[in-house]
T-cell receptor, first 111, second 113 residues
Framework: QQQVKQSPQSLIVQKGGISIINCAYENTAFDYFPWYQQFPGKGPALLIAIRPDVSEKKEGRFTISFNKSAKQFSLHIMDSQPGDSATYFCAASKLAGKLIFGQGTELSVKP | DVKVTQSSRYLVKRTGEKVFLECVQDMDHENMFWYRQDPGLGLRLIYFSYDVKMKEKGDIPEGYSVSREKKERFSLILESASTNQTSMYLC????????????FGDGTRLSIL
């Protein structure tokens, strides 16, 4: 039972472009929505996170947009750079609950 | 910086063997987790632990067990390894505060032949 669905599975973007990764969830009790970034050969690391009381959170070139009514949230990477090439995972959890991860998106930013 | 260390980067074992994967964290974190990562399936939680000697099943515990005798160490045990357990295994730790980040090790690539 996949509670968090992530798309696309892979994404190729030109340097300077905008990368957009989408996630949809089913459980309305989810209260915390982080994004993790994983470089090849490394474990995932927290990139940015949002709570459902706000519709957007921005940290540098990375923005989470959150649509509670649609049960969707997305990661936008502005001015994408080759160093952003990595696998990105969205996740969701209930308060104090375990994280449920999406399937992952492999991003490649071409120079 | 938090350091989560997994004992092996690559491991090759045979079907039926008992396999131990070890994980150590250096930040006195209360919570520790074991995930497996498979292409197209993301990260799936196998087991987690909120405290020493405490454990709870995750989403895919079948064929696995865990041990946490000391706060800093969390072991994953494959009781009788099977080929469908070939995967990347990731350990993570976190403070007891639920919205704090999980800190991951770099993973153990396990192959069961």
């Amino acid at each position: 039972q996949q509670q968090v669905k992530q798309s696309p599975q892979s994404l190729i973007v030109q340097k300077g472009g905008i990368s957009i990764i989408n996630c949809a969830y089913e459980n309305t009790a989810f209260d915390y929505f982080p994004w993790y970034q994983q470089f090849p050969g490394k474990g995932p690391a927290l990139l940015i996170a949002i709570r459902p009381d706000v519709s957007e959170k921005k940290e540098g070139r990375f923005t989470i947009s959150f649509n509670k009514s649609a049960k969707q949230f997305s990661l936008h990477i502005m001015d994408s750079q080759p160093g952003d090439s990595a696998t990105y995972f969205c996740a969701a959890s209930k308060l104090a609950g375990k994280l449920i991860f999406g399937q992952g998106t492999e991003l490649s930013v071409k120079p | 910086d938090v350091k989560v260390t997994q004992s092996s980067r690559y491991l090759v074992k045979r079907t039926g063997e008992k396999v131990f994967l070890e994980c150590v964290q250096d930040m006195d974190h209360e919570n520790m987790f074991w995930y497996r990562q498979d292409p197209g399936l993301g990260l799936r939680l196998i087991y987690f632990s909120y405290d020493v000697k405490m454990k709870e099943k995750g989403d895919i515990p079948e064929g696995y067990s865990v041990s946490r005798e000391k706060k800093e160490r969390f072991s994953l045990i494959l009781e009788s390894a099977s080929t469908n357990q070939t995967s990347m295994y990731l350990c993570a730790s976190r403070t007891g505060t639920w919205n704090q980040p999980q800190h991951f090790g770099d993973g153990t690539r396990l192959s069961i032949l």
